[in-house]
């Protein structure tokens, strides 16, 4: 199951999506700092398959985990190579551009 929760601003659809066992979490490697902050992204407990729907409407996403990722790019919304991780969590956002 992941955490989804959906922000509309100004005309823009942000979707903040986490692994469920990730919430409240904080990751550290290096210099780079990863916190799954509880009011950002616990909105709704789902399925992985309803992430394609909430993707399809989004015009930015916060993903982190492996389920929410691993998603995202099967549904070819993030290229793999684009992939953070830290301390072995990915972490991926996309931003739909309209010209």
Avoid: W
């Amino acid at each position: 199951m992941i955490y989804v929760k959906v922000y509309r601003v100004q005309g823009e659809v942000l979707l903040a999506a986490c692994d469920e066992e990730l919430l409240g979490k904080t990751f550290r490697e290096g210099e780079l700092k990863l916190e799954v902050k509880e009011r950002f992204y616990r909105g709704e407990l789902v399925e992985e398959d309803r992430l394609k729907e909430l993707l399809d409407e989004a015009t930015i996403a916060n993903l982190t985990g492996e389920r929410c990722v691993s998603k995202a790019i099967e549904l070819g919304y993030v290229d793999p190579e684009r992939v953070l991780r830290i301390q072995g969590v990915p972490h991926a956002q996309m931003a739909r551009l309209f010209f």
